[in-house]
């Protein structure tokens, strides 16, 4: 899964055939989340915070790497982004327990990565109507708005990669 740094949108899910080590994934799922994002105007991530099974794996040109086994050499962002990585172990949990995520019905390997990305399609309209119920229709087309105007008026993403 690769999630949002500042509001917890999944922005890419994939499933892979057998049981790959977590660490040999990474360009692969940022590849995916690349071409997701990129009707968006969204560039690829260039910041990846990742667990321990990721260091010195498949990592793409041009993309950096935190992970807490360099801690002390962190920037202060950065450590902030790290104990951010916290919230993503629900969101997976959420996903396998309310969108069926856990357990796939559909048939080979097709189904098993269409499983996944209406998974986290599901994870995201829970959240879209939640921010609805909380802040009223208006005052989230009006933020939809407000960010898609910043980010052609600055030229850079409103999402952070994460």
Known sequence: MAVTHTSGLMVGARSF????????????????????????NVPAPKVV????????????????????????????????????????????????????LGRCFLKGALGDAMNAVLAACGYNLRWLLRQIARLGIQAVFLRLAIMTWLQRFWGRPILSPC
């Open 17 to 40: 055939a057998g049981n790959p080590y977590d660490g040999h994934t990474l360009s692969s799922q940022l590849e995916q989340t690349g071409i997701l994002l990129q009707d968006l």
């Open 49 to 100: 915070v990742v667990d321990l099974g990721y260091r010195g794996h498949d990592v793409p040109a041009g993309v950096e790497v935190i992970h807490r086994g360099r801690y002390q050499s962190l920037t202060r962002q950065q450590k902030t982004w790290l104990r951010r990585r916290q919230a993503v172990e629900p969101a997976i949990g959420h996903a396998k327990s309310e969108n069926r």
